[in-house]
């Protein structure tokens, strides 16, 4: 199946920034919409920022105007940039693609996550 590889995470003071990639391999046919969840510890898995193969976006109303999602299709690759970053944002940090597979047609696909920590 195709993989989800994650990069990015790390430790940041309040304020500070990171970016966050994920990039798709294997036997990709397509790739639909693209996504980054994260989950703290003790708390649900949540949808941080989602964007379309059209380059739509939608974003949770706790990170709207600090995060910005992108991707690039040929490189089958998403981005989330994350600014003026708070404590609350410490979470592991997962990528999710709707993938179309040459061998196994349509699935959901998630990264193992990268953490984000952001101390005050």
């Known amino acids: 199946q195709v993989q989800l590889v994650e990069s990015g995470g790390g430790l940041v003071q309040a304020g500070g920034s990171l970016r966050l990639s994920c990039a798709a391999s294997?036997?990709?046919?397509?790739?639909?919409?693209m996504a980054w969840y994260r989950q703290a510890p003790g708390k649900q898995r949540d949808l941080v920022a989602s964007?379309?193969?059209?380059?739509?976006?939608n974003y949770a109303d706790s990170v709207k105007g600090r995060f910005t999602i992108s991707r690039e299709n040929a490189k089958n690759t998403v981005y989330l940039q994350m600014n003026s970053l708070k404590p609350e944002d410490t979470a592991v940090y997962y990528c999710?693609?709707?993938?179309?597979?040459?061998?196994?047609?349509?699935?959901?696909?998630w990264g193992k996550g990268t953490l984000v920590t952001v101390s005050s």
């Open positions: 294997g036997s990709i046919f397509s790739i639909n919409t």
């Open positions: 999710n693609a709707g993938i179309v597979d040459v061998r196994d047609g349509a699935y959901s696909q």
């Open positions: 964007i379309t193969r059209g380059g739509s976006t």
